[in-house]
């Protein structure tokens, strides 16, 4: 009798454990969609700024991604890459150059040799970022896949999660890149570039998850 009530016990603690694990792994997914769709959201405004302003210039970069960062720590940095091609990169290093005042080579080798280039143009912050200016994200194959998805799609898409270029120390982040069409000319595919923000993971999963949830659970973001 008392093996069979132990047994009875034992079973009804772990069908409770199942249903509350279930329930706080679905707490969990939710919160984590909340912070994806806040992240797509900020990318958005980002698009809009750059599609809709004239004379975009560092200052008015700066300020306003300064604005959509507020609150947001989650968010390590956000960056203007235009799409050009290779037979005007000398022109491109050129306006990099007079940009920052100093001279900026455009790095990153193409993976096909027609491939167009696509650069860090403005990056805010600059602080800590400034490695990334002039870097080719078409350079890189996951990246390039990313980038032509979303320019198919007319959609932000998400790279699997990297180690950014501009930090020496590992931290773990994932790009979303939002395209950027010539105004009025979506239906025409008159591609500009793209408005790209650097989010990290850690950050995000803070945001995500409570104290006691990740005391908890072990997890592994994909």
Do not use: C
């Not at 792994?25 to 809009?48: D, F, G, M």
């Not at 007319?154 to 105004?183: C, G, H, R, S, W």
């Amino acid at each position: 009798s008392i093996l069979t009530l132990t047994a009875f016990f034992i079973n009804l603690s772990n069908e409770a454990m199942d249903k509350l694990t279930t329930k706080e792994v679905r707490n969990i997914e939710n919160s984590i969609y909340r912070e994806l769709n806040n992240s797509t959201s900020q990318l958005h405004n980002l698009a809009s700024f750059l599609q809709n302003t004239v004379d975009l210039d560092r200052a008015k970069f700066s300020s306003f991604v300064s604005s959509l960062m507020e609150g947001q720590d989650h968010i390590h940095a956000m960056s203007w890459n235009p799409l050009v091609y290779q037979k005007d990169k000398k022109q491109m290093e050129r306006d990099l150059s007079e940009i920052y005042g100093e001279p900026i080579a455009i790095r990153g080798d193409p993976v096909e040799e027609e491939d167009p280039i696509v650069y860090v143009k403005l990056i805010s912050p600059e602080a800590g970022n400034m490695k990334a200016v002039g870097f080719n994200v078409f350079s890189n194959p996951d990246r390039k896949k990313t980038l032509l998805l979303a320019e198919a799609s007319f959609q932000p898409k998400a790279t699997p999660i990297i180690n950014l270029v501009q930090t020496d120390a590992d931290v773990p982040a994932y790009l979303m890149f939002f395209p950027v069409f010539e105004k009025g000319t979506q239906s025409s595919r008159q591609l500009r570039g793209y408005a790209t923000g650097i989010f990290l993971v850690e950050g995000m999963l803070k945001n995500a998850l409570n104290s006691s949830e990740q005391s908890i659970f072990n997890y592994e973001l994909f």
